[in-house]
Every structure is written in structure tokens, then in C-alpha cells.
């Protein structure tokens, strides 16, 4: 139900705008003028389904979602995660014909905005429009270090990979404090985001964990050896775009800490 007094996804969308954007304060003001309808959804619970008609763009509020297809046989193929802040399906705004489909992982809080309402927005504020436009194109950059990762790297590196890139997304947001974050995945969703068996990524994090590199309990991630993970993922953040420094985005503690 929507809840104009509550600015909660505003100040999400403004938060993940600004670290990939330069807007001022009158436009900053006009996004807190957008009007959002805030809905839930439970976890395994399609928010867009592929072949839908879409009139509205979702603001990810909390929670943690992702994007996926599947293939005539009735594999699924997870093609990107979301979390808090993120617009998973900007896209729509262009191309209102869902080819894939955007579902949640645990319980999530998602904001609807009208395309009319964000193409009004665009129109009278250019410089959020431009923030916008840097979104699809930052998204279109994980992807193809995406496609790089399940072509050419090992199990052990594209995993290494996805946990870092979930770790500095999730920090630059406020949700990842000492490289401790809440990643609400089965095995299985890993192993379809990562193209490979549920053993074999069962087989991964055991090692990780045997080596000292994380820990995991149930769906707490803790990274402790940053360099190392990093280094067998072959992880460079600055695909993902932060206006935010990559030396501070990238401060770890030190390894054993």
C-alpha cells in the first residue's frame, strides 16, 4: 500500500544515485516528489514475470532479488542480483516487453514508480536523467563482467568473483560493514548464477572456508581474507563506477584481522 509520508524509497534511490552521479539539491528535491507505491513480496515470488507489460520501474527498497530465465527444458539461468537501491528494471522505461523475469530471494520491500512519473522527472531534471541513463549503462558493465567470468574462469574464481562484487555493492550502500553481509542464497541459486553444479559450488565454499578465506553461517557472509578472495576472483571494482573513490570503496582490513 502506498504511503506518501513514507520517504524510505526515496532516500534508498538518492543514496544510490548519488554514488554514481553528480545531482544538486533541487534535484535531490524532485526525486522526493516522485510518487512510490511500496509493496511487498516473499521470497521465490516473481515481482515482473518474462513476457509481461510493464508501465512502472521498481525501486529494490531492502530485501535482495534477481533477474533470471529459463531455458526451454526448464533451466534457470540467473543473469544478475540486486540490493538495496538499485532500479533492476530501468530498462523497462525503453522497452516495456519483460524478456526475463525479476523475482525475490528472501522477503523484499519494492517500490513502484510510473514510467509517466520518471520520464516527468527526466524531462524538468536532466542531470537526474543522465544519473539514470549512467544506471542501465553501470548495469550493462556487470553483465559483461558476468559473461567474462562464466566463459573464462574457474569455479573457484567466478565464485570468488560474485562474493566480492555482492561485498562492495552491498558496503557502498551501508549494508556491508567490516565485509560482513547478509547473503539470503541457496546453493542452488548460486549454482544458477554461476553455471555450475550444486556439488561443485557446495565443493567451492567448503574450500574457501577450509582456507580461511570466509565463513559462512546460513545466510551471514563474512570475508576475511579480502586480498586473497579478490586475487582468485581476479576482482577490479571499478567496472561498477562509484563516483566514491576506488581507494576508499576498496580499504579492507588487513588480512587475518
Known amino acids: 500500500m502506498e504511503n506518501r509520508l513514507d520517504k524510505t524509497a526515496h532516500k534508498i534511490l538518492l543514496k544510490r544515485l548519488n554514488l ?20 511487498e513480496f516473499d521470497a521465490g515470488i516473481d515481482i515482473v ?42 530498462h523497462s522505461l ?42 542501465t549503462l553501470i548495469d550493462g558493465a556487470i553483465f559483461r563482467e558476468w559473461i567474462v567470468g562464466l566463459g573464462r574462469l574457474s569455479g573457484h574464481s567466478r ?3 560474485l562474493l566480492c562484487e555482492i561485498a562492495m555493492r552491498m558496503r557502498a ?6 565485509y560482513v553481509y547478509r547473503l539470503p542464497l541457496t546453493q ?12 561443485t ?25 579480502w586480498k586473497t578472495l579478490a586475487r582468485l576472483g581476479e576482482f577490479d571494482p571499478r567496472y561498477l563506477h562509484f563516483r566514491v573513490p576506488i581507494t576508499m570503496m576498496a580499504e579492507m582490513p588487513p588480512e587475518g584481522a
Open 20 to 39: 554514481v552521479a553528480d545531482i544538486d539539491a533541487e534535484d535531490e528535491a524532485a526525486v522526493l516528489e516522485l510518487p512510490v507505491t511500496v509493496r
Open 49 to 90: 514475470s518474462e513476457g509481461q507489460y510493464v508501465s512502472q520501474c521498481c525501486i529494490l527498497i531492502d530485501g535482495f532479488t534477481y533477474r533470471y530465465r529459463h531455458t526451454l527444458e526448464g533451466k534457470r539461468q540467473i543473469i544478475a542480483f540486486h540490493v538495496s537501491g538499485d532500479i533492476p528494471d530501468l
Open 94 to 135: 525503453h522497452m516495456n516487453y519483460m524478456d526475463h523475469s525479476f523475482a525475490a530471494t528472501t522477503r523484499s520491500r519494492i517500490g513502484f514508480v510510473s514510467h509517466d512519473a520518471v520520464w516527468d522527472l527526466c524531462i524538468r531534471r536532466p542531470k537526474v536523467a543522465a544519473a539514470l541513463w549512467r544506471e
Open 159 to 161: 565464485t570468488a568473483h
Open 173 to 178: 550502500v551501508g549494508l556491508a560493514p567490516d
Open 188 to 199: 542452488h541459486e548460486l549454482a544458477d548464477a554461476l553455471g555450475l553444479t550444486v556439488v
Open 201 to 225: 559450488v557446495n565443493r567451492v565454499l567448503k574450500d574457501l572456508r577450509l582456507n580461511g578465506v570466509v565463513d559462512r553461517e546460513r545466510s551471514r557472509m563474512t570475508i576475511r581474507e
